[in-house]
């Protein structure tokens, strides 16, 4: 809101004083960009703070245009003897390193992408191998309950209708294992839980 609210009142000052007081517009041009610059700054080092590592380079590059523009407010604003020649190789200063740290933040946000895709890969990875050792204890479950029903037609008739029972629950689960392609995330400790529990039960 507030680089709008300088961006709007540039605009403004610049009409309302561009032909009766250009020499007073100048002044206010140099103390407002030195606003904007300390704003830019200012808004950098809070989102370091915040977190963004990736800002550093985009910091310091307005920490030196903002220096550059204070010494030319101290000069043509507060009238410190401070020699043109100074404030013109701080804006050359100011040009070099602002190319360099604009260099930097684009190494550095390669470097970022890449390592996301890492991590991405690496996630997707163990994914994999999640789903993939669910697919084979569901594969030996259903061998196992299909054991337990050749076993189940020799006994008698609560065997028969424990297996029975057996099967609605390890289809259920059947089908969880086979959403985890779209929900890998989806409900892990209820699906070991029904794993554990069909386990020791057809187990027993």
Known sequence: R???????????????????????????????SLLAFLTFTV????SYLKG???VRFYMLAWLGVMLSSLLMNLRHIVGLEIPQET??????????????????????????????????????????????????RLSDLTERHDEAVRQARSRDGHIQNLVHDLRQPLHALRL?????????QAQPERMEAAFAYLEGLIGQ
Do not use: C
């Not at 808004?43 to 809070?46: A, C, D, I, N």
């Open 2 to 32: 507030l680089l709008f609210a300088l961006i709007a009142g540039t605009i403004l000052l610049d009409a309302a004083l561009f032909l009766p007081a250009l020499q007073l517009l100048k002044k206010l041009l140099v103390m407002m």
């Open 176 to 184: 969880n294992v086979m959403s985890l392609t779209d929900t890998p």
């Open 87 to 136: 404030v013109h190789d701080s804006m050359r200063a100011v040009m070099v390193l602002d190319a360099m740290m604009m260099g930097l933040a684009i190494a550095d946000r390669y470097n970022q992408l890449r390592r996301s895709r890492q991590v991405a890969m690496q996630q997707n990875l163990e994914s994999a191998r999640h789903r993939l050792e669910l697919n084979q």
């Open 52 to 54: 963004h590592k990736e």
């Open 43 to 46: 808004s950098g080092v809070w």
